[in-house]
């Protein structure tokens, strides 16, 4: 079965709920309000002559405080910095047992402290700050939150949950060999990106995109009637859209796979979710028994589909976080307002995208369908999955096999999500002016 996966977080918020406000801010799109701004530019410029009178510029980032909540089932860590970091946590496996390791941008001094549930102590160095566990535990959601009110301290709350042994050695196994591109890639162009960060619109500011490469390793998908598998297909879209985003400063592009590998449709949703995805993009390519069927077409989460989010949800950890203090009823409102939300974001990206879709190719009628598909169903994530056309179309087959056919698809892909998120934008402007 071949399917594809977008999906959209949008810098969405509503009025006056302070927990939509810090999801706004979570995800780093939001205008986060003139005062903030004029703030943080001022910061930078102090910065960035700071960097200019020294010559070389030392990243300086000191953790404040960390506060570990939890009796080792679900378990809040909360991480104060006067830097912002990157939500991105490591699950860790090695000599010294098992941990999660948090990256730091810019070197903290050393300091240590204990813990409680599953977390009984961490420690922060230079590069990094490690939570030593006691019992394998999955990192579920991580955030970053700036700066509230007259605070200065930025936070990184991780989730963690309880996990069997072998997953977490699964999901190390493969966090491992991310956290040590991630520190190569801090440690050695630290500098530069400190002084790149300071650059408005560079930075923190990105829309994070996560695109999902279908299929995989074992699974090949569908085969198209040139013998070309799916799963290639797929690889090497997403890797030309990758390309094609970053080119665009507002745009930071994770893949949930680089390679020919394997990966399970829950970690790809997990995956979208611990980098704060602020919109998911799954690729695919679709097979039909009528050869004469062609054109791409658009998934977003349908009515019934919604229904399985909330088992979903809870059955892998996707829990929606609110302020410690919300109580159960408001609780139980404002995920609806999230569910909700998100679909219709879903559904607002599904309908910028389907008229470039049409510039760049055929694409079927009725094209903007409604399902129930695994990878749309992280609960604050809004997705949409694409099907890039049929592989059991010879002229499709043709066109997503060459590196040109699919450049026009992947240039209609990025300036959907470049309406998509113009439209984020003056909408949070209405709001906030
Ligand atoms: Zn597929």
Do not use: C
């Not at 530019?41 to 102090?46: D, S």
């Not at 159960?328 to 389907?354: C, M, N, P, Q, Y």
């Amino acid at each position: 079965m071949n399917w594809l996966l977008f999906s959209v977080s949008s810098g969405q918020s509503w009025v006056n709920v302070p927990f939509a406000k810090e999801t706004v801010r979570s995800i780093g799109l939001a205008s986060s309000g003139g005062k903030y701004l004029n703030l943080m530019l001022i910061f930078r410029a102090f910065l960035l002559a700071f960097a200019i009178f020294f010559g070389a510029f030392q990243a300086m980032a000191e953790v404040r405080d960390v506060r570990i909540v939890g009796n080792g089932e679900p378990t809040r860590i909360t991480i104060w910095t006067d830097t912002a970091q990157d939500p991105r946590a490591y699950m860790v496996e090695g000599a010294s047992g098992l941990s999660v390791v948090l990256p730091l941008r810019g070197g903290a001094s050393p300091r240590t402290g204990k813990g409680m549930g599953g977390v009984p102590d961490w420690s922060a160095t230079a590069s990094e700050v490690r939570f030593s566990l006691d019992r394998p535990l999955m990192v579920t959601r991580v955030l970053t939150l700036p700066p509230t009110g007259t605070a200065t301290d930025h936070r990184v709350i991780i989730d963690l949950d309880t996990v069997s042994a072998a997953r977490f050695a699964s999901v190390a196994k493969r966090d491992m060999r991310q956290l040590a591109k991630a520190t190569v890639a801090l440690n050695d162009a630290g500098q530069r990106r400190e002084v790149a960060a300071m650059r408005p619109g560079v930075g923190k500011n990105k829309y994070i995109i996560v695109v999902d490469a279908g299929h995989g390793g074992k699974d090949p998908g569908a085969t198209a009637v040139t013998g070309k598998k799916e799963k290639d297909i797929t690889l090497a879209a997403a890797l030309q859209l990758k390309e094609m985003l970053e080119a665009d400063g507002r745009y930071e592009v994770r893949l949930t796979r680089e390679t020919d590998t394997f990966i399970e449709l829950e970690d790809r949703v997990t995956l979208a979710r611990n980098w704060g995805a602020n919109l998911f993009i799954s690729l695919h390519a679709d097979a039909a028994a009528n050869s004469q069927v062609s054109g791409a077409s658009v998934y977003t989460i349908s009515a019934r589909g919604e229904s399985r989010i909330d088992k979903e949800a809870s059955k892998n950890d996707w829990e929606i976080p609110l302020e410690d203090g919300t109580s159960k009823s408001i609780t139980g409102i404002l995920k609806d307002l999230v569910k909700r939300e998100t679909r219709t974001h879903s559904g607002e990206f599904a309908e910028f995208l389907l008229p470039e879709l049409q510039q760049a190719g055929p694409v079927l009628r009725d094209t903007h369908k409604n399902a129930g598909f695994y990878v749309l169903l992280a609960p604050d994530v809004p997705a949409v999955l694409l099907e890039l056309g049929f592989l059991t179309n010879r002229d499709d087959a043709d066109r997503l096999q060459s590196r040109n056919g699919r450049h026009k698809s992947m240039q209609a892909v990025k300036r959907g999500i470049d309406r998509f998120f113009i439209q984020q934008e003056k909408l949070m402007a209405d709001r906030s002016g």
